[in-house]
C-alpha cells in the first residue's frame, strides 16, 4: 500500500491532454511537503520530470506541468505524444516519520 | 556532472545481510546539503522510499522496515552504502542510489542494481 494514491493507469489518444491525480494527508502533502513527478520507462531509472508541484527541470517540455492544491496534486500532459507512454510516479514527504520519502504507486499512462 | 553508480552481490540468501555501496562521482559527498538516498523498485512494482542520509551524517528510514535498514556514508571514497537486514523473498528488488533534496526533488539517479533475495 502506497503511501500516497494516484490511479492505476490513465490512456488518451494523441494531442489529447491528460491528468494523473496524486492524493495524500495532511501529514504529508497537506503538512506543505513539496511534491515531485518522475517519469519512468522499462528498465531505467526514473527521471525527474516536476519538481516543487509545478517546475519543471531544463529539457522537460511544457507539454509538462504540475499542481498542489489543499492534499492533493496533479501532473498534467497537454499535446499527448507517443512517447510519452511511461509510468509516472508523484513523490514527497511525511511529518509523522520526520520527513521521510514517499511515493505515489505510480500510473501507466497508455497513449491509444 | 553528478553520476551515481550502485554495486554490490546480486544474491542474497534468506535472513542474510544485503549490502549495497553507491559510488558517487561529480561532487563531493560530504560538502553538500543534499539528501542521499535509496529506493527500490519489485519487479512490476512501484517505486519504495527506503531511507536516507544527509551529508551531515543524520539519517531517516521508512518505518515500514522495522529497523531492519542502515544507511552510512564513506567520504573517503565518496560513496554511501545501505544494509538491510534479516532480508525475505519480499525484499528482491531493483535497488537505486539518488540524490534529492525536500524543494528539488531526486535529481539524479544511478542505473539500479537488480538485488535476488534466495536460497
Known amino acids: 500500500q502506497s503511501v500516497l494514491t494516484q490511479p492505476p493507469s490513465v490512456s488518451g489518444a494523441p494531442g489529447q491532454r491528460v491528468t494523473i491525480s496524486c492524493t495524500g494527508i495532511?501529514?504529508?502533502?497537506?503538512?506543505?511537503?513539496?511534491v515531485h513527478w518522475y517519469q519512468q520507462f522499462p528498465g531505467t531509472s526514473p527521471k525527474l520530470l516536476i519538481y516543487?508541484?509545478?517546475n519543471r527541470p531544463s529539457g522537460v517540455p511544457d507539454r509538462f506541468s504540475g499542481s498542489k492544491s489543499g492534499t492533493s496534486a496533479s501532473l498534467a500532459i497537454t499535446g499527448l505524444q507517443a512517447e510519452d507512454e511511461a509510468d509516472y510516479y508523484c513523490?514527497?514527504?511525511?511529518?509523522?516519520?520526520?520527513?521521510?520519502?514517499?511515493f505515489g504507486g505510480g500510473t501507466k499512462l497508455t497513449v491509444l | 556532472q553528478v553520476q551515481l553508480q550502485e554495486s554490490g552481490p546480486r544474491l542474497v540468501k534468506p535472513s542474510q545481510t544485503l549490502s549495497l555501496k553507491c559510488t558517487v562521482s561529480?561532487?563531493?559527498?560530504?560538502?553538500?546539503?543534499?539528501?542521499w538516498s535509496w529506493i527500490r523498485q519489485p519487479a512490476g512494482k512501484g517505486l519504495e522510499w527506503i531511507g536516507r542520509?544527509?551529508?551531515?551524517?543524520?539519517?531517516g528510514y521508512n518505518p515500514s522496515l522495522k529497523s531492519r535498514a542502515a544507511i552510512s556514508v564513506d567520504t573517503s571514497n565518496n560513496q554511501f552504502s545501505l544494509r538491510l537486514n534479516s532480508v525475505t523473498a519480499a525484499d528482491t528488488a531493483l535497488y537505486f542510489c539518488?540524490?534529492?533534496?525536500?524543494?528539488?526533488?531526486?535529481?539524479?539517479w544511478g542505473p539500479g542494481i537488480l538485488v535476488t533475495v534466495s536460497s
Open positions: 561529480g561532487v563531493p559527498i560530504s560538502s553538500t546539503t543534499y539528501d
Open positions: 542520509i544527509f551529508s551531515s551524517g543524520r539519517t
Open positions: 539518488a540524490r534529492g533534496d525536500f524543494w528539488s526533488g531526486y535529481t539524479f
Open positions: 513523490q514527497s514527504y511525511d511529518r509523522t516519520t520526520d520527513g521521510s520519502g514517499v
Open positions: 495532511s501529514s504529508n502533502i497537506g503538512a506543505g511537503y513539496d
Open positions: 516543487g508541484n509545478n
